[in-house]
């Protein structure tokens, strides 16, 4: 065999995957999500934090209209990151024949570095048109179409396609071909032919919602429907040593955010719960074409396990980050290089990295400006007193609880009677013929 098990991570520069969906050298992660939700956007951001990895990449554009490629490659040329990466580009109007062995020719590219020993990823943007292509192809030579009039043989083009994706052993020199292909979806039916197929043949996948892109969360990466399955055992020991709590933490409040719309008092515990979970979403937000070093992301997440940016207000929580990521980038270079070489983070270095984020944060806090979150009033039943329902962290409801504001006495309601109100004779005769 000459391929060798995923051990070395690819940094991504994007925080959420880093830490909750991290990526191997060497793996095959599928970026899937409706239009216009950020896949490419994803895809941007992780070539961009390749300059400083020594990664070349190669950009395959399938079938995408000239605007948006002559975008993506002048994001590209800005940004200085044309220098390690090839752009291998088939526009929506050329012929399917070409869009079809793109991709196929842009991997022979990739495999080339590979053999050399390089470290190599590859985007594939997207193989949903690559697929399309070749059943145009497939209908033009009279071939017994499947599903959705696919040919019986596409499970087999995209398999062929991503299996070249792998870690050489050291013998072979030791390089790795990382493949991100895209796919995109249609109203959010992950349950589609070609996503189904391609989620069978790579080794995890990153999801994006269109709810949460509405809700201005980008990077839209829903964490429960997006999984790594070789990634994790890449990952550095710092990352794995606060992404499993982190998840956790951001799974329950996502239970208990939907319950807590219904608009029920929450007791003590549900309310830090939440107040922590936003927290956390705020500090996963990131701005495009940004990517966050290393050091600034463990800084950042032990930072919201330490529960720091619970004080801060959110509005300021963009703030926050910027500041201890300034701060991170001061950490002294043996602590830094613990990072990336240590099997565990130790807790003497958690404890150091946590009292600069703490410095770091210290003109920050609620206390200076506006309150970390907004508090209910004591009072505030419409009613002017009456019945409480208090909902506990697990969700379930208590008794009510009946109270009265001061000065003012309760008044006590009768029970219903048994009978119900009674009902008014009738004073007229109804019209209508009398009887005999």
Not at 150 to 168: C, M, N, Q
Not at 289 to 306: C, D, H, R
Request: with cysteine.
């Amino acid at each position: 065999m000459d391929r060798a098990p995923v051990t070395e991570p690819l940094q991504t520069g994007i925080q959420v995957i880093d830490a909750l969906i991290p990526i191997g050298k060497g793996q095959r992660e599928l970026i899937l999500g409706d239009r216009q939700t950020g896949k490419t956007a994803i895809a941007l951001d992780t070539i961009l934090n390749q300059g400083r990895q020594n990664v070349l990449c190669v950009y395959c554009a399938i079938g995408q209209r000239a605007a948006s490629v002559a975008k993506t490659v002048a994001v590209l040329r800005e940004r200085g990151a044309l220098k390690y990466t090839v752009v291998m580009v088939t526009e929506g109007n050329e012929a399917p024949g070409l869009a079809y062995i793109a991709p196929y020719a842009a991997t022979s590219i990739a495999e080339y570095f590979m053999e050399e020993g390089r470290d190599v990823l590859i985007v594939y943007d997207d193989l949903t048109h690559h697929a399309r292509s070749y059943r145009e192809l497939s209908l033009l030579l009279r071939r017994p179409p499947g599903r959705e009039a696919f040919p019986g043989d596409i499970f087999y083009i995209h398999s062929r396609l991503l299996e070249r994706a792998t870690h050489l052993r050291e013998e072979r020199g030791g390089g790795s071909l990382t493949a991100l292909p895209i796919i995109e979806t249609e109203a959010q039916n992950m349950s589609a032919y070609i996503p189904t197929n391609l989620i069978s043949i790579t080794d995890g996948q990153i999801y994006l919602s269109p709810s949460l892109f509405e809700l201005g969360v980008l990077p839209a990466v829903d964490v429960g429907k997006s999984v790594s399955r070789v990634g994790g055992k890449a990952q550095l020991a710092a990352f794995r040593s606060v992404a499993g709590d982190l998840k956790l933490a951001y799974s329950q409040f996502e239970e208990l955010e939907s319950f807590a719309r219904f608009g029920a008092r929450l007791d003590e515990d549900t309310q830090k719960t939440l107040v922590h979970g936003r927290r956390i979403r705020g500090s996963l937000k990131q701005p495009e074409f940004s990517p966050i070093s290393v050091p600034a992301q463990i800084a950042i997440l032990l930072a919201i396990s330490a529960e720091l940016f619970d004080e801060i207000p959110l509005n300021r929580i963009d703030e926050a980050e910027r500041a201890v990521q300034q701060a991170a980038e001061a950490m002294p270079d043996d602590l830094r290089e613990r990072l990336f070489t240590a099997d565990t983070l130790a807790d003497e270095d958690r404890e150091a990295i946590t009292e600069i984020a703490r410095q770091a944060l210290g003109g920050l806090t609620s206390a200076e400006g506006t309150p970390a979150e907004p508090e209910e009033p004591e009072d505030s039943d419409p009613l002017g007193g009456g019945v409480k329902i208090e909902i506990s962290a697990e969700g379930e409801e208590g008794s009510p609880e009946t109270e009265a504001p001061e000065g003012k006495a309760l008044r006590e309601v009768p029970p219903p009677q048994k009978g119900g109100a009674e009902r008014p004779k009738r004073r007229g005769r109804r019209p209508g013929k009398k009887k005999s």
